[in-house]
């Protein structure tokens, strides 16, 4: 896939960030800047809908723990959506699917 796309929309609970393509050491800081751009609200949830990313290595799994970071310190809810095998099993073995609630799809993650 290559270049990531990053989009941002509004649902009902807080931000939801849509990527598509390779969130790897070249593109993490693209999404890194958009969380700069994000002020979830104490009480909202941020989805991040993984089901576009084609590839995942650990600066994107190291950008994920930055989205996770900056909604905790936000005192709002993190999830990941449509989560894909190969990243769900680097999550399992890193032990990340601890850490974040995990939905098959963002419908579920928004209705939480």
Do not use: W
Not at 40 to 67: E, H, N, W, Y
Not at 98 to 108: C, L, N, T, W
């Amino acid at each position: 896939m290559g270049t990531l796309t990053i989009t941002i929309r509004d649902a009902t609970n807080g931000p939801v960030l849509e990527l598509a393509g390779d969130l790897d050491y070249d593109q993490a800081p693209r999404l890194r800047q958009a969380l700069e751009t994000l002020t979830p609200k104490p009480g909202q949830r941020l989805v991040m809908d993984l089901s576009g990313v084609g590839f995942c290595d650990s600066s994107g799994i190291t950008v994920l723990i930055v989205a996770r970071n900056l909604a905790v310190a936000a005192r709002a809810d993190i999830a990941l959506a449509g989560v894909p095998d190969n990243t769900l099993r680097t999550l399992r073995i890193v032990g990340l699917d601890q850490v974040f609630p995990i939905h098959p799809d963002v419908d579920s993650a928004v209705a939480g």
